[in-house]
């Protein structure tokens, strides 16, 4: 059995063996006996429930419905846009037989359905009045992946892809742009992950997308994570696939369209983003369990009755304003209990014991910093709500911190080598060329995470690695 | 265009084609570019999200947990239990390559995910202190389909599949009985579908399984559809897998185990069950709009202006109660939005116009009967919902009688015969061998359904094929 205080690999010892640590000794994940593939074990996925529901009301509050689509796709249909194809083909698991027979054509799992979608769509748009069309799908999806790490990087994962046809190319881009903003909303107010919202530059766009906006988080290695992406397609990609609606002038036209996403990447960000050296740390409003009670047990079973009594009804009054809460009620010694939920990342443990019976106190300890307070159990569930709330904010807080002093401004390439080498955002001039991507790359293994929306682009000076002219202003960084 | 009012066959002129209509009348789904497979459009998708919503809080409360398995389960896997691949092999799409990489090892698109998740367990399993380990997964599942039909027989369809581990055969096989339980709670309550339960002969049971539990309902056209099951393995699948515990007395041993599914067929026997020559019909509890409101808008503006904004009054009274209801604007005729709402089976349609205004009252149309009420708009909210209530209660009745009327007993071959080719299940003595089955289906296309559990089971008499001594009352009927 491993020891569970000690089975975490510190941070800073070993970034990549802490991750992979934080999710064992919270049950969160494992590798399958499939290549890349991974096992999301209950309580991970508990996370992308919760993951899931927010988001899926928030689509719906757009007017965004929800369809299924295939698994597979005729592998003909990923040859009709040049980019896509180019993109994804190396990376597709192929279907070519059935049982011992062999197919007529061979089938691919979907590494995204664009092209099966985009042919449905082609059969379901008539008329102008059909627009927009706002569909969205919650499925599994396959990129075959060498280099798998749990969550971050493997071949099948869990998502949702969004595909929506416009009337206008302004529209859709605005829709596109809106969709990014869920998702960093979403990030924000529910992961407490501060993002940075942006544009890619044309090397790191989607195949066949005319415009990529990403949302980008900071890990605490600072390295970066792209969370989210939303693409602009103009009428391209519906072109290519013969979409078209009759206008009001009885024209055929082409619909400018987008797609989005997001996946269980994100809870691989999420642990990177909050997490310490005793495990993993959630957000309450991600949280699966958001308090967990563990009574002070003794061998008095009297005085055990009356604790339990009393814990009981604490759960049933939490549970009643809303809070998720578990009640450990396990023949267990306290101290394995709160080592158990400390790296399961619960953020308030509750503590009540026979002394506190007297007193009608029970004892809150936050996850996030540790700290432990003793409250009269007549506020007890206002003290809760605003306890988990006040976490909340601080996690969004110290991640919003850390992200910016870890965010430089530069104007030499000294600078900016040196400021990428300690593992920083770098905000610096670019000359837009994919030339100058390629060689920083290269040299420094960073790419450009995105030009921000936030960062004003009325750009002059020189590329920080060209010496030539400037176009935008670039975040660069390492990334996952 | 389609003619709106007339694109549905009648069931009494071509049952088959009947349903597609339905289906393609209400846009709920079509055939997919891709062998066997279909697209779930918005609205056939909205009525698995409510199916999904109502039996995942019915899992939980059991104390089952999701999480999820791999999709691809390498070939190997499936040969370790020898009936088990015998039963799936020829149905299992393959993927062989990555790209133009040829595997070393060929991956199949799981069927069901026993083997990929047996594997697991056997690690996660411990000591019987692990036990029940009750665990669920939501997912896709694919076995190659000839003669697809959408919703109850398509190449890849959506289900959830239980898999459980407990300490004895017997705790195991009564929760393999509860969860069939589940089922048939949830199919009466909220499909408003009758449904038998009973168990598999050996013939039909699920292989490798002991015992395979089922539910059985009746289409209207007197033919069966399996709409879900659960199975008890015994200890033989986990032994297969090398799943094991460490028991109080020190010693290894294998668990008993289970495994339950519903597919998105269900929505197929939905269809079949409760709709008519108008087009689909869906019970209250299960319709993702449970209302819709249909004004009458005339060419006065002034009057149009006070009608919307009554009913706009009404639907957010209606969605304060709970209730899914619809508000339809769209500048269209009167008729033509009555036809499109009936094809989609929405339980009540509520009419308001202008003369209505005057009268503080409004029409509540039943979609199940036809039959409209003028209601009093003060005790609109109460009348709405006793009515939803009575439309569910309805179809559940007429459905049962239906079912009843169409099961009858029988003694001789003859009376068999005659009862099978009228459409009907038909109960009678059966000897219990492979033989007998095999030689019905073969004359007369009709199979064993269940040994209903609410037949008594203490048969004397004579087989009603071969003559030999009976040991079953069995349900034979035809099926899909």
């Not at 190396?90 to 061979?106: H, N, Q, W, Y």
């Not at 881009?173 to 544009?199: H, S, W």
């Not at 900071?218 to 397609?233: E, L, R, W, Y």
Request: glycine share 6%; aromatic share 10%.
């Amino acid at each position: 059995m491993k020891d569970s205080s000690n089975s975490i690999t510190k941070r800073s010892e070993d970034f990549s063996q802490w991750y992979l640590d934080v999710i064992d000794s919270a049950d969160m994940a494992e590798h399958a006996p499939v290549r890349g593939c991974m096992i999301i074990k209950p309580y991970g996925y508990a996370i992308w429930e919760n993951i899931q529901k927010v988001l899926d009301a928030k689509f719906k509050e757009k007017g965004v419905q929800n369809a299924y689509f295939p698994l597979l796709i005729p592998e003909s249909f990923m040859t009709k846009e040049a980019d896509h194809i180019e993109g994804f083909a190396p990376e597709c698991a192929t279907v070519t037989r059935v049982g011992s027979k062999k197919l007529e054509e061979d089938y691919i799992i979907r590494p995204t359905s664009e092209t099966i979608i985009y042919d449905t769509f082609a059969k379901w748009l008539e008329s102008y009045r059909d627009l927009p069309l706002l569909i969205n799908q919650w499925c599994n999806v396959m990129r075959w992946e060498l280099r798998p790490r749990l969550f971050l990087r493997t071949s099948e994962f869990l998502w949702q892809e969004g595909h929506t046809c416009h009337y206008t190319s302004e529209e859709a881009d605005n829709f596109a742009r809106e969709m990014l903003e869920v998702y960093k909303d979403f990030q924000q107010d529910f992961m407490a992950t501060p993002v940075i919202a942006g544009e890619k530059t044309e090397s790191e766009r989607f195949a066949g997308a005319l415009r990529t906006y990403t949302v980008e988080a900071m890990m605490q290695d600072g390295k970066a994570v792209q969370n989210g992406t939303s693409h602009f397609f103009g009428t391209g990609f519906a072109s290519h696939f013969g979409v078209e609606f009759l206008d009001k002038d009885n024209q055929l036209k082409n619909p400018a369209t987008t797609s989005w996403g997001v996946s269980t990447r994100m809870i691989g960000s999420l642990i990177m983003t909050h997490s310490d050296d005793l495990g993993l740390v959630l957000p309450p409003k991600i949280a699966p369990i958001q308090v967990v009670i563990v009574p002070f047990l003794s061998n008095k079973e009297d005085q055990n009755k009356e604790v339990l009594e009393k814990v009981n009804q604490i759960e049933i009054d939490l549970k009643k304003i809303g809070v998720a809460t578990k009640l450990d009620k396990r023949d267990m010694r306290f101290g394995e209990k709160m080592f158990e939920w400390e790296k399961k990342g619960v953020p308030v443990r509750l503590e009540f014991g026979p002394k506190d019976m007297a007193k009608n106190q029970c004892v809150l300890a936050r996850r996030d910093t540790g700290e432990k307070t003793v409250v009269n159990l007549d506020n007890l569930t206002q003290e809760v709500s605003d306890l988990l709330d006040k976490i909340q904010t601080n996690l969004f807080d110290r991640a919003l911190k850390y992200q910016k002093e870890k965010t430089v401004e530069v104007t030499t390439w000294e600078e900016f080598t040196k400021a990428i080498e300690e593992g920083n955002f770098v905000v610096a001039n670019y000359d837009g060329t994919k030339e100058t991507e390629k060689k920083i790359k290269e040299e420094l293994k960073a790419t450009t995470r995105c030009i921000p929306f936030e960062i004003e682009q009325n750009v002059s000076g020189k590329c920080v690695y060209s010496g030539n002219e400037a176009k935008v202003r670039v975040i660069f960084g390492r990334s996952y």
